[in-house]
């Protein structure tokens, strides 16, 4: 016996579904499905896929979590089947807001497609926010300002790479950097330039095979209330308006 196994049992009995109809929909005869049920045969690429279509469910799911122990209906269902997000709601039927803090940052890329583990994830509720799964990520570094070390970032998942628009920020969950947030630019082909708003730290590219999630920005919870600096494009116009005012001046006093 394997999860897999244990997993389409589970989905068909909720479906009420015989095993022979079953095997009709997915091309094969009874017996060879009886197999992958069974936990005696391993079912090849192709027939996981069509069971994971028959059930609107990821192939991660069916292959890595215990169907027994979520609850199905309460999954958002993204397009091709490719992932799944649980979806929890309030008293009021507000969708919570799981916030994956710093001390749980480094679980998440193992624990992004699994139900359990965001289930146990710190929640919250920000009606305001509108439609859309939100979930809450932690800043790092200088490299996003105002949003200094120690910030979350609320961001609205974004199910195609379509919706991502130039100059806006996200929250990016990628396979080699991890999670990042940067400022978007979709002036690459098959890549995104990701751009820092500190001028110190230089653009780079990532390429859109290495993207795993991403979220665009919704609100921010600061942690600090200290005065914000003046940053350089700032710090120009304070330059030119104190050369214009000197300018000036200097036309007066001729006059």
Known sequence: MSLF???????????KISQEK????????????????????????EILKKIAQHYHISIDLLLSVDIRKISVE?????????LVLPIQVDQQG???I?????????GYLNGYADPEYIENLQQISLPFLGPGKHRGFPVEGDSMPPHEDGSIIIGRYVERLGEVQ?????ILITKNEGMV????????????????DNSFYPQYEVKVSDIIEIWEYSCSIGRT???????????MKELLLEVKREVMELKSNKS
């Open 22 to 45: 079953l095997a009709e929909n997915l091309g094969i005869t009874r017996g060879r499905y009886v197999k992958y049920e069974d936990g005696t045969s391993e079912a090849p690429y």
């Open 5 to 15: 196994s244990d997993n389409i049992r589970t989905l068909r009995v909720k479906q």
């Open 225 to 235: 209330d200290k005065k914000q600096e003046l940053n350089e494009i700032e710090i």
């Open 94 to 96: 507000e969708n919570f």
């Open 74 to 82: 309460d999954l958002l269902k993204l397009e091709d089947n490719r």
């Open 181 to 196: 947030y940067k400022r978007l630019n979709k002036n690459k082909k098959n890549a995104l330039v990701l751009e820092s």
């Open 166 to 170: 130039d100059g806006k920020t996200y």
């Open 98 to 106: 799981e916030v994956v803090t710093q001390k749980v940052k480094a």
